[in-house]
């Protein structure tokens, strides 16, 4: 994470909010190349969703909403999350995720590490006294060793394996003096408290100019309501029919509890969000359906499947409307971890605004001449969180032989005597999210013709795609610092061009090189671009 993240950075796709001031924690500025991908995955969302279907209309409704959308909703009663504070460090830690926080943790990757294989409790005491005294001062294996070690017996035997049981464990190494079990704090090992507290999510803020007269509004958690209010207004403008959906993408708000793993969690993020009214009866089907065509949009846009899964709620981890929903997690750096979750709604937000508004929300069917609630199927996804995994799949490092200055094969050696081989970051992006398409490089920059002809060709190029110019550096640091960004192609204008009007272009992934004529370079281009 921590190599993305410089990269990130160094190259100016995400920076930390208000830095110069010491920053605002875990909050996120996208840069010059961060907001290019962030916008073409939006646009490849609503290509997917709203253009290449023909039953899903889209919709930008405001952040603020009046307050009764929020009583209305539940959100303002049931939007809570669970947590524990941690009476040493005096950290926050969301109850439900708590057991994934030390599982990742410092102290336990460190212990697992040194557990690996069948060591005993000798290891473990060294352990203790050495890393688990930096790492988590407060677990009570660090504090009193021998006495822990007793209540721990031979599990240790089957740490290095998989078949032990990782909450018995951590609570024996976490345990009170009388051996009792107990949560540990995924920062510093300090048991947890059992009792939990409570906190509405909701982010606040006052409407109006002047302090007496102002009121209290919300910023919005979930772009969906804006789209269930809206529903009268769709069914008299546009009289769609079941089933069909509403498509929205902009910004949400909650106060988290634990925001973290850089633009994970945040507290302003930005969803894309689908809402696809359905007959009740066919609920079931399109909740299948939907979560395929999601699950597919990201493979078609080269997310490797392998890093992709689908993982169906549990009755109680089910939001307070839903009474289905399957996330499709992505194993991010930090683990797997949700990137958008499919729910069904059922008829909830539809009635529940009927009954707060006194506007009934029914649907009416002309062929059964019947008024119903549709149910509403839910496909939600983070733009932020989708485009920390599109980074992260697409983070290759690769050695590259100096020689050939191509990728350098397994078994493959340098020639030549004390030859390192070049290592090279690269985004392997898909062609529809890269920054930018195509980058026009002079490979000699004091020859005034190479460059006036690189310019041109530049010029020519960007009529028709995202093309940079840049000449700023030797050829091979050009092609490096394109590389870490994503561009696809790299077109060389070298001393040759001037006679054959040709280039070179270079393709990202393979770095094979070919020459191309100049005036066909365009079309050629195009056909792998388009
Ligand atoms: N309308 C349903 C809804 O909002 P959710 O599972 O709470 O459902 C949907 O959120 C998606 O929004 C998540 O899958 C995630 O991608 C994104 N998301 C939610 N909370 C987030 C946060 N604090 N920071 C970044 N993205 C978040």
């Known amino acids: 994470m921590e190599k993305v993240l410089s990269l990130c950075k160094r190259r100016g796709f995400i920076f930390q909010s208000s830095e110069i001031y010491g920053g605002l924690s875990n ?6 190349y961060g907001v290019e991908l962030k916008n073409n995955l939006k646009r490849a969302w609503w290509k997917s969703v709203v253009y290449q279907r023909g ?6 409704a405001a952040i603020l909403m009046h307050p009764k959308v929020w009583e209305a909703s539940g959100h303002l009663k049931n939007f809570n999350d669970p947590f524990v504070k941690c009476p040493a460090c005096l950290l926050f830690f969301r109850l439900d995720k708590v057991w994934d926080e030390i599982w990742n943790s410092k102290w336990f990757v460190s212990l697992r590490e040194t557990m690996m294989g069948d060591k005993d409790s000798l290891h473990m005491l060294r352990w203790a006294k050495t890393e688990g005294r930096k790492l988590s001062p407060n677990l009570s294996l660090v504090k009193e060793p021998e006495i822990t070690l007793s209540f721990i017996g031979d599990l240790h035997q089957k740490f290095g394996g998989v078949e ?7 609570g024996r190494i976490a345990c009170s003096q009388a ?7 995924p920062n510093c090992g300090n048991p947890l408290p059992e009792e939990s507290m409570s906190a509405n999510l909701m982010l606040a803020t006052q409407f109006g100019p002047v302090k007496e007269t102002a009121q209290t509004v919300f910023l919005r958690p979930e772009t969906a309501q804006g789209m269930f209010v809206n529903f009268q207004n769709i069914l008299d403008s546009r009289h769609p029919k079941l089933p069909f959906g509403l498509a929205q993408i902009g910004k949400a708000f909650r106060n988290e509890i634990t925001p973290g793993n850089a633009t994970f969690r945040t507290r302003e993020f930005e969803q894309m969000e689908i809402e696809y009214f359905v007959r009740p009866l066919e609920a079931d ?19 490797k499947k392998e890093n992709l899964r689908q993982r169906p709620h549990g009755k109680e981890e089910l939001a307070h409307y839903a009474r289905a929903c399957t996330d499709i997690e992505y194993n991010f750096p930090f683990g797997w971890s949700e990137l958008e979750g499919i729910a069904n709604r059922g008829d909830f937000d539809l009635k529940q605004h009927s009954e707060a508004s006194g506007k009934e929300l029914k649907y009416f069917d ?5 008024r119903f609630y549709p149910y509403i199927i839910e496909p939600s996804g983070g733009v932020d969180r989708a485009v920390l995994a599109f980074l992260s799949d697409a983070y290759f490092e690769e050695k590259v032989n100096p020689h050939t200055n191509c990728i350098k094969m397994e078994g493959e050696t340098s020639i030549g005597v004390g030859v390192k081989d070049n290592l090279r970051v690269v985004l392997k992006l898909h062609k529809d999210l890269a920054p930018t398409k195509v980058a026009v490089l002079p490979l000699l920059r004091n020859r005034p013709e190479i460059v006036e002809l690189a310019r041109k060709i ?8 995202i093309a940079a110019y840049d000449d700023t550096g030797a050829i091979g640091k050009l092609y490096r610092r394109q590389d870490e960004v994503g561009t696809l192609y790299c077109v060389t204008v070298d001393v040759q061009s001037l006679e054959d009007k040709q280039v ?17 370079l365009k079309d050629y281009l195009a056909e792998k671009l388009v």
Do not use: N
């Not at 032990?164 to 951590?170: G, I």
């Not at 530049?458 to 795609?465: E, I, R, W």
């Open 27 to 32: 909050t996120w500025d996208y840069g010059p």
């Open 55 to 60: 039953d899903i209309l889209g919709m930008d």
């Open 164 to 170: 032990f049981d990782f909450k018995t464990y951590v």
């Open 179 to 185: 051996g009792i079990a107990q949560t540990p704090c």
């Open 285 to 303: 089907e399109k909740l299948s359906e939907w979560i395929a065509y999601r699950f597919d949009w990201y493979i078609a846009l080269g997310m």
């Open 366 to 370: 002309d062929a059964a001449k019947e």
């Open 458 to 465: 530049a010029a020519d190029l960007k009529q028709s795609f």
């Open 504 to 520: 070179t272009v270079r393709h990202r992934d393979t770095m094979l090189q070919e020459r191309i004529s100049v005036d066909k």
